[in-house]
């Protein structure tokens, strides 16, 4: 928490409109004039306000996401890295960054609710005014859920002005976990009784809210405990979870790949997610995954992601093989999340017949001006396919502006409709380990049925079934890691056994093996192997909790202290 800088840089922020239309319900206000005692004159300002809340202040929270989410979870391979090894130290530049991006959040939600219950407008109405302040407070709870995930203990920060006018921004105390939860709970009953039950395509609504909240009680439904999970808030999970399947009007898409295309960023399915935009130029506003994830030369700017892919356990866990350019493509998740040899995308490099991997990898003929990197770009066998557009005519047609270096304007969903279909399957199984209830096992069959349509309804489904169908759904969406920290808290015997057998390592060989087939149509894997040299991490009880950056640290000495008891109740808004 670089709580000076952070306070002053967003009391500043709230009030300074300079960014420019992202989608149409994410336009920014424009008029350099505005200020903030005379902006929040009509709904339409007060819906401008809030709209930066979906991407900039979570720009610098990328990279955190993945290597927090997925290579800490054994979903990703990011060679040395120390997320990889969970031996990450609070020098690490990312995690300051993310603690930074995550602490801003919280800041811009506080002033902007602020600003709204001081400075709207008599032309304002009500109904606006508390829309705007649930998706504050839907976002300030969003941060808060990912604070408490990594971090453990952490101060509550309710409000901002209060502590820069009485300058304790250093003497804020942990706050226990079991408190952040109570306060994550007690914000998002709030953001619920003032968000409306629809709203334009992007935005936040009650029934958005209601998922997360869900999710944030099987969650907390585990800490503390051991062995078994608070029934109480299982319960509490499932019924939130019941009423958006049942009421919010949303449905799973029926493909699953389109999900993730420019054309989709708001589709139904997607309860909550960052609403970047690369056009404008403004910086902060963009997604830049795809510079990190992608192969470099898959597009007209710069990208590395080669170095680093999914991991060969979770291509396994895809029933695929590394060492084959024969798909089995038994579930139609993997295409869309592993691109791997012999996969050929008719989505991306739509202006030039498709993207063909293989080609792309070793073809030393340029394609539409572009060539690829001449050798396989991947240590495991799979790279990344989510967070990913194309080139700039895929990005053109999908959303009607171009691209730009570290910049896209494909949403990323933080929350979908099928998260909260597992989440109340996971609540209704409860501490029983299996469940038969109808309509859990109807959700289950919603979910995994599109991906494998094949897949015939079961009789019951276990809690290993939901475990691994989570995995499978959310794989390179940030997730993973915070399945296992809400595991730890119960049954933490279990969450370490699975990371120390997981093959979090990189594969040799694929590159002369697949070279060799590129151009004889021959496959000879015999010299590609696993590597077994590195030892898997070593996982303890203190691994599900990310160390605070130097950064926080030398501004608040309380951080290193025990947390203490915090009245939640205290809090209004």
């Excluded at 953001?191 to 909240?213: F, N, T, V």
């Excluded at 897949?455 to 475990?467: A, G, I, Q, R």
Aim: glycine share 6%.
């Amino acid at each position: 928490m670089k709580y000076r800088n952070i306070l002053n840089a967003i009391a500043v922020a709230a009030v300074s409109f300079s960014l420019t239309a992202c989608d149409d319900f994410l336009d920014r206000p424009n008029e350099d004039s505005y200020n903030v005692d005379n902006f929040y004159q009509n709904d339409e300002q007060l819906y401008q306000t809030a709209n930066q809340l979906y991407s900039s202040p979570w720009y610098d929270f990328q990279r955190g996401f993945i290597k927090v989410g997925e290579v800490m979870s054994g979903n990703y391979y990011m060679g040395s890295s120390p997320y990889l090894t969970l031996t990450v130290n609070s020098s690490d530049a990312d995690l300051a960054t993310m603690s930074a991006s995550l602490w801003s959040v919280n800041a811009y939600c506080n002033t902007l609710i602020k600003n709204v219950n001081e400075k709207a407008g008599s032309a304002t109405t009500e109904t606006v005014r508390n829309a705007v302040k649930g998706e504050a407070l839907t976002w300030k709870a969003m941060t808060y859920f990912f604070l408490v995930r990594s971090f453990g203990a952490v101060p509550i920060i309710h409000e901002n002005s209060e502590m820069m006018a009485s300058n304790t921004y250093n003497d804020v105390y942990k706050a226990k976990v079991e408190d952040v939860y109570a306060y994550i709970v007690q914000t998002l009953e709030q953001a619920i009784a003032w968000l409306p039950e629809s709203a334009a395509a992007g935005r936040i609504d009650k029934y958005c809210a209601e998922g997360l909240l869900a999710k944030v009680y099987l969650a907390k439904s585990g800490l503390g405990m051991s062995g078994t999970r608070n029934e109480a808030d299982l319960k509490k999970a499932a019924e939130y979870a019941k009423d958006v399947i049942d009421n919010s009007g949303r449905e799973l898409m029926p493909n699953y790949a389109d999900i993730f295309r420019l054309a989709n960023n708001t589709c139904p399915e997607s309860l909550i997610a960052w609403r970047w935009t690369a056009e404008g130029g403004i910086w902060t506003a963009q997604n830049s995954f795809q510079s990190d994830l992608a192969m470099t030369g898959f597009d007209e700017y710069i990208s590395w992601g080669g170095y680093g892919g999914p991991s060969v356990d979770l291509i396994e866990a895809f029933d695929e093989d590394p060492t084959s350019p024969t798909r089995q493509n038994i579930d139609s998740r993997r295409k869309a999340t592993l691109m791997m040899a012999g996969d050929v995308y008719e989505y991306f490099w739509t202006d030039l017949g498709g993207f063909d991997v293989l080609d792309f990898c070793f073809s030393k003929e340029t394609k539409g001006g572009k060539i690829g990197p001449q050798t396989y770009q991947s240590p495991t066998g799979a790279n990344c396919v989510k967070h990913l557009v194309g080139d700039n005519a895929d990005h053109v047609a999908g959303i009607g502006h171009s691209m730009a270096r570290m910049a896209t304007s494909l949403a990323t969903h933080i929350l979908r409709l099928s998260d909260v279909y597992l989440i109340y399957v996971e609540a209704m199984i409860g501490n029983n380990g299996s469940t038969t209830n109808q309509s859990a096992i109807d959700a289950f069959y919603a979910v995994r049925h599109r991906a494998r349509s094949g897949y015939t309804k079961p009789t019951s489904v276990t809690w290993e079934d939901v475990w691994k169908e989570r995995r499978l759904e959310l794989a390179c969406e940030g997730d993973r890691w915070y399945d296992f920290v809400r595991l730890s808290y119960y049954d933490q015997a279990t969450a370490i056994s699975e990371l120390t057998s997981q093959k979090r390592n990189a594969f040799f060989g694929l590159n002369d093996a697949y070279k060799v087939y590129w151009e004889s149509g021959n496959l000879d894997a015999s010299n590609a192997s696993y590597d077994t040299g590195i030892a898997a991490p070593n996982v303890t009880s203190s691994s599900f909790t990310l160390p605070f950056p130097d950064t926080d640290l030398a501004l608040n000495k309380h951080l290193l202290e025990d947390p203490i008891d915090v009245d939640v109740t205290q809090y209004k808004y």
